[in-house]
């Protein structure tokens, strides 16, 4: 039980984590399939693989960037479990489909906590996170039960420390729209925001609004929610011109700083320009 409880605790973890998993499957040699899974993937497979790099298991659960794949390695060591009534323990593998057919397998996740007829797992969508479904549900498919007797009888891996929590975002950051994305209020966005990278103008709660892209040749002020953004390059320090400090009307700290810099390459005009017309503005 102490292997299975280990299990879960390092996929609790590495909620929130999408990067971090890319990087720690990516780390494996030789690459399962030789793929190397890309940021903009479905990572469901590659996030319960890396609960089993991380841990140094990957005996158990041997890692493939593929939901049926998966499932079809576990069958073969005499893990998979394909009945869909089944109530899992936790730690198990859960597998969802769109029929019956191992081809048809379209999702994994991990199994966290079992409550009367609830499932709570935890999978990767745009981010790692928690969700629920009724023992029995129509779209599992099975389950994956790993060898976690063989690493009960074994020394545990040292505690890893808490990862730190996810940056926030700042104004300035440059950032990427994540695939499926919709704008703050849920309207549809074009594809050619996608393969873009924006500057974030202001921040407010989750609510993240995207002015200049990178090039700074469109200009889009739209509100969006920070968790279908991802970082690009974090926002650096507005330096004053070499030789001398900038002079502005107003004492404004960094953030605004670099909020007002921003502006001030978009409209093509001097800093102290955007802060005076600011100012006549809140007149």
């Not at 659960?61 to 323990?89: F, K, S």
């Not at 001398?244 to 670099?258: A, F, I």
């Amino acid at each position: 039980m102490i292997a299975r409880q280990t299990a879960v605790q390092t996929a609790i973890e590495m909620r929130g984590q999408r990067k971090q998993v890319v990087d720690l499957y990516n780390s494996v040699r030789p690459l399962p399939l030789g793929y190397r899974v890309k940021y903009e993937d479905l990572l469901c497979a590659t996030y319960v693989s890396s609960i089993f790099i991380r841990l140094g298991w990957t005996d158990i659960v041997p890692p493939n960037p593929r939901a049926w794949q998966l499932y079809e390695i576990m069958a073969a060591l005499d893990c998979g479990v394909q009945d869909p009534n089944r109530t899992p323990e936790i730690g198990d593998l859960i597998f969802f489909g769109i029929n019956k057919k191992v081809s048809g397998i379209n999702h994994v996740g991990i199994v966290t906590e079992v409550s009367g007829e609830q499932i709570y797992y935890y999978d990767i969508q745009s981010v790692v996170g928690r969700h629920t479904c009724p023992v029995g549900y129509s779209y599992i498919w099975g389950y994956g039960i790993p060898d976690y007797a063989s690493k009960d009888l074994q020394p545990q891996p040292t505690p890893q420390p808490e990862p730190d929590a996810p940056r926030q975002f700042q104004v300035g950051d440059l950032v990427t729209v994540n695939p499926g994305a919709k704008w703050y209020k849920g309207q549809s966005i074009k594809l050619s925001i996608f393969s873009d990278i924006w500057y974030i103008m202001s921040i407010k709660g989750d609510r993240v609004v995207l002015g200049m892209n990178k090039d700074e040749t469109r200009n889009i002020q739209s509100p969006i929610h920070d968790t279908d953004i991802t970082l690009y390059q974090e926002a650096s320090p507005a330096p004053a011109p070499a030789g001398q400090k900038v002079k502005l009307s107003v004492d404004v700290d960094l953030e605004t700083y670099q909020l007002l810099e921003i502006m001030s390459k978009g409209n093509h005009i001097p800093i102290g320009a955007v802060i005076d017309m600011l100012l006549e503005d809140a007149r």
